[in-house]
């Protein structure tokens, strides 16, 4: 992928991803032209080397991403342009992004996508993914007037390596350079010290909160995270974020927090893959796993 395609695989992210929900009859989910091109370039600066666009003739009709971290990788976003689909691009795709991974050394690669779209998980399927956990996609609306929890603190660069540790136990990856991105892009949140108990990453863009990853060893640290990154917000901001539904005592804490559910998802791993540890929140950007 070259800069000069970035406008190009906007387009193709936009309308892939609106035209994959308008088909199961939700509505758009990517409203603004420039979300694709900002994610593109984002993993430009950080996976230069494994940002790779779909070329038919002379035209881009599709782009994916891997990002590779040592023995794990993530994989996605994938899209090719609606008006290419079905036409072997997207499996063509998947096996240059697992040939890639493979000759990386990467053992376990990892991937969600949303439950409804048969057609990529069949896709993933065909390449070696296999489905390890449902993810409940949902949101809620974030109260100031709780009362505070147990005692969070927030992140510095000083803290990445204790990060990448906690994530390294917890879920086996180890991605410093997402952390460091992240602590530039939003807020990262701490629980306990000497072992760190837990992390929480909260972006806020355009009035909605996304939280995530967050990584914690137990169930009180989680609540404990997920009220610090939401406390401060202006009353009754979507707060949104996907749960493991492996974990029914955080479910059933968030459904009495007023969390909904919108849709499922699903962790599909090619390769090595140990149950998470504790409670994990994944997100989908970045997408390193
Ligand atoms: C998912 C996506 C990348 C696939 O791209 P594509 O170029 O259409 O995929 P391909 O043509 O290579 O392969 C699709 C395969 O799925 C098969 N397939 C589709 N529906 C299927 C079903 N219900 N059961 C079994 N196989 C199915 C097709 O038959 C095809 O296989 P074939 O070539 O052997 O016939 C594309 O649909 C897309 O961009 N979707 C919107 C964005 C998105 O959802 N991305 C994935 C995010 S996780």
Do not use: W
């Not at 086996?172 to 108990?197: F, N, V, W, Y």
């Amino acid at each position: 992928m070259q800069s000069s395609d970035l406008a190009r695989v906007a387009t193709i992210f936009r309308t892939a991803f609106n035209e994959m929900y308008r088909r199961r009859g939700f509505g758009p989910v990517v409203a603004d032209q420039a979300v694709g091109a900002v994610i593109a370039e984002t993993y430009r600066s950080l996976d230069p080397a494994h940002c790779l666009v779909v070329v038919a003739g002379d035209r881009v009709v599709g782009s994916g991403f891997l990002h590779v971290r040592g023995r794990t990788a993530g994989a996605g976003p994938i899209t090719i342009d609606p008006a290419h689909q079905s036409s072997g691009y997207g499996l063509a795709l998947m096996r240059e992004i697992c040939a890639r991974a493979d000759a990386a050394g990467v053992r376990s690669l990892r991937l969600i996508q949303d439950a409804f779209n048969e057609v990529s998980f069949c896709l993933y399927g065909r390449v070696g993914f296999v489905a390890r956990e449902t993810l409940v996609r949902g949101s809620f609306r974030s109260r100031p007037d709780v009362g505070t929890r147990g005692a969070t603190r927030r992140a510095t660069s000083a803290d990445v390596a204790s990060i990448v540790a906690l994530e390294r136990d917890a879920i086996g990856i180890e991605r410093a350079k997402d952390h460091e991105l992240l602590l530039r892009m939003g807020d990262t949140l701490l629980a306990g010290d000497r072992p760190l108990r837990g992390s929480l990453v909260r972006m806020v863009r355009g009035g909605v909160a996304v939280l995530g990853p967050a990584v914690s060893r137990d169930l009180d640290t989680m609540l404990d995270l997920v009220q610090a990154a939401t406390r401060d917000l202006p009353m009754r901001t979507d707060t949104r974020l996907l749960l493991p539904a492996s974990r029914p005592d955080l479910l059933g804490a968030m459904y009495d927090a007023g969390f909904e559910v919108h849709s499922l998802c699903t962790y599909m791993v090619r390769g090595e893959f140990t149950p998470f540890d504790g409670y994990y929140v994944p997100t989908l950007f970045p997408e390193s796993g």
